[in-house]
């Protein structure tokens, strides 16, 4: 049996509820809760997945990220759910855990999705971006621009990018980028951001 299926616990909707409200302590407590007793069932594994997104946006990123770490470990197909990997990959950004992330990314770009390996280039940059190394940071950026340009949605993303990046290198091409943005993706936010430029 890979997973057996239980009643939704009323608990999994309170937590839900206290997340909503912002109360993150007791979506964890409840969170929690719904894992110790159902943890050979459905919603076991739906509990320890959101604990982590649940600390993310408490601001705790070390507990967050050992929340992510042992769901990983108790549930390693978690590394097939995109949506669930993202959030762990962006809390090990956000808490500089530069060690664990870049493996990740580097398997990603090599091995992953088109997709993802467009969005693991892009966040390699942000790490060099974190670690004020701009040339190296630019690079990933074009990389995700040129080898990734059919993966329309990450393409604004990565052309405002590059060219914040040329902006604080003191690049004049910085203005290129932000028009080339505007140009081919004019309805996204980023152009948006981009006009403001110009």
Known sequence: IAQAVAPRPPEFDQAGAAFQARKFDDAVRLLRDVYARNRYFNWGEQASRMIGRVLVEKGD???AIKAFEEHLRLFPRAEQDTEWLWLYLN?????????KLEPRLN????E????????AQILRGD????GNQLEAAVLDYLRAVMFYAAEKDVQPQALLKTAATL???????AKDWYRRLTEEYPA????????AKL
């Open 61 to 63: 990123l070390p507990e």
């Open 112 to 119: 992953g999705p088109r997709k993802d390996a467009a969005r």
């Open 107 to 110: 398997k990603l770009v090599a």
């Open 167 to 173: 902006e604080r290198m003191r690049d004049p091409r």
């Open 91 to 99: 809390a090990l950004l956000q808490g500089r855990d530069f060690a």
């Open 127 to 130: 790490v060099r971006l974190a």
């Open 188 to 195: 996204s936010p980023e152009a948006a951001e981009a006009k």
